[in-house]
């Protein structure tokens, strides 16, 4: 039978089968997955992990502090930050293809962890055990939309699976690979992780990068990182948090249109909202936000971000939406 006691359980003793005596290193994105995942590896092969948290500059704001913060203070977990921001917006440039910004990310990611991995087998010296392992926040969904799944399309590379490269070099630790982002939270809860943490709305692995249709560059993940907390501040106040699986928020950075503020015309980018309500992420609905949150959010972006003249609601369900969109 499943119980949140026997999956973790079952997990800790394959990934000690799996591990033996060798280190292994796991990407923490701020999500949820990512979390729960090194949580479990850690409480099967405690020290011999070491957490690893690559700062790609697209996250949203405050996001890195709080990665740093709550989850170290919550488990104790070594942590390695490393800042990418300039590699990720480099190997990203003049990319608008969603497809191929999934995948960029996805090695760029990898290429982080094999340099990491590398300096931890360096800083041990010669006695070290190798780190051979990459522990990674894998579940059932991102398996099945990569195409992994049994005779399912292929409709987005996860920059966990599909976004993988072909020349990767770890072995991967996937422990939530057979479970659902419900059981995820349940069992991240019976790991003692803190609320913050076990009921954090998803986030992409990819970040604002497949959050800006068009080429990402800094400024224009400055503006979305603004947008997107003014979105986030007010879903928040209006104790919203519970009630929507998560809000993207989305720069159509190719999209242009005339605007009037102040005294004169604007010629300015659109964002959009797209809060969804959701069981496991296969399938979602539109979240009926009560108008005046939608209007105090519209108000305040529009007033407050450089460059931002409109804010379209986005009313699609998925399918045959996704929810991000890209
Ligand atoms: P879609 O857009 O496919 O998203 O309807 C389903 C859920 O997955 C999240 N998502 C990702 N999570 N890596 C992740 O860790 C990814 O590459 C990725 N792409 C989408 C998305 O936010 C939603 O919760």
Request: negative net charge; aromatic residues 4%; charged residues 25%.
């Amino acid at each position: 039978t499943w119980t949140t006691t026997n999956v973790v359980e079952e997990s800790v003793a394959a990934i000690r089968e799996q591990v033996g005596t060798k280190r292994a290193i796991c990407g923490l994105s701020g999500g949820v997955d990512s979390a729960v995942a090194a949580a479990l590896v850690q409480k099967a092969i405690g020290d011999q992990l070491t957490c690893v948290y690559v700062d790609h500059g697209l996250m949203r704001k405050g996001e890195s502090e709080q990665v740093e913060k709550d989850f170290v203070a919550a488990t104790g977990v070594q942590l390695k930050v490393v800042e990418a921001e300039e590699r990720f917006l480099t190997a990203l440039a003049g990319v608008s293809d969603p497809e191929e910004k999934r995948k960029i990310i996805g090695r760029e990611f990898i290429r982080v962890f094999e340099q990491a991995q590398a300096e931890l087998v360096a800083e041990a010296g010669a006695a070290g055990e190798a780190v051979e392992f990459l522990v990674q926040g894998t579940l059932y969904p991102d398996v099945v939309e990569s195409g992994g799944g049994t005779g399912t399309a292929n409709i987005k590379s996860h920059h966990n699976v599909g976004g993988l490269p072909d020349d990767i070099e770890f072995q991967l630790v996937e422990p939530l690979r057979r479970l659902f982002k419900d059981e995820v939270r349940m069992v991240g809860q019976e790991l003692g992780l803190p609320d913050e943490i076990v009921h954090r709305q998803p986030f992409p692995g990819p970040g604002l990068g497949i959050r800006i249709v068009g080429e990402v560059t800094k400024e224009r993940l400055d503006l979305l990182r603004e947008a997107d907390a003014i979105a986030r501040e007010e879903l928040t106040a209006a104790g919203l948090d519970r009630d929507i699986w998560q809000c993207p928020v989305v720069l159509l950075a190719d999209v242009r249109s005339v605007g009037v503020q102040g005294d004169g015309r604007t010629y300015g980018h659109p964002i959009v909202l797209r809060p969804v309500s959701s069981e496991d992420a296969m399938t979602a609905d539109w979240s009926r936000l009560p108008y005046d949150v939608l209007s105090r959010i519209s108000t305040r972006i529009t007033n407050e971000v450089d460059q931002v003249n409109r804010v379209v609601l986005d009313i699609t369900s998925k399918p045959p939406g996704t929810i991000e969109w890209e």
